[in-house]
């Protein structure tokens, strides 16, 4: 019994030590931060169901929990005062198992970052910059037409969302598409064909 409580306070003084160490981690019960990205998270989450972007229970379904955990860095603080956010979140699955994702606005705010075993880094950017373009002005014919034309031999699929805040909740738009990378040559009138 008297083992038992020892190893109990050591794990919680580990525990404690580690979450103390970084300081990029916001308090649980004070972060409101928190609160509206597990509303926004659950609102894309549904969106991706819904609109068959993925399958219930997929392996998509990791991204919902990756945000969760990414809600506590204060990097995303900005989302309380955006009104518009876009997510992009990439797996790959094959070679290195990372997850990579961005969360932006239309007020210029970012956070790029990659989620590999458990831990997060915080990244310079991963996505194509068109790519970020097209999201930010949701063009959909643009994604299909990048798609098929300038797509890459890559294992994953790429999903993004654009969530606007309403005065009753959300307003979640939903993409899946292949990755690509479009050479500068390709943009000389071919983006809106």
Not at 13 to 30: H, M, W, Y
Request: contains cysteine.
């Amino acid at each position: 019994m008297i083992l038992r409580i020892i190893v109990s306070l050591s794990i919680l003084l580990i525990v404690t030590s580690c979450n103390s160490q970084n300081k990029n981690i916001l308090p649980a019960k004070e972060n409101k931060i928190s609160v509206e990205f597990h509303k926004i998270s659950k609102k894309i989450d549904e969106c991706d169901v819904k609109s068959g972007v993925r399958r219930r229970g997929s392996r998509f379904a990791a991204d919902h929990n990756i945000r969760l955990k990414l809600s506590e860095f204060k990097e995303i603080g900005f989302i309380i005062e955006s009104d518009t956010l876009f997510f992009l979140m990439d797996y790959d699955g094959i070679v290195t198992h990372i997850f990579y994702g961005k969360i932006w606005d239309n007020k210029g705010n970012r956070v790029a970052f990659e989620y590999n075993r458990g831990k997060f880094e915080l990244r310079d950017e991963m996505f194509e910059y068109f790519m970020l373009d097209l999201i930010t002005e949701w063009d959909v014919d643009g994604i299909r037409n990048a798609e098929s034309q300038c797509s890459v031999t890559s294992p994953s699929s790429i999903t993004g969302s654009r969530v606007i805040r309403t005065e009753t909740g959300y307003q979640v738009d939903c993409i899946r598409f292949d990755d690509f990378f479009c050479p500068p040559s390709w943009f000389r009138g071919n983006s809106n064909q």
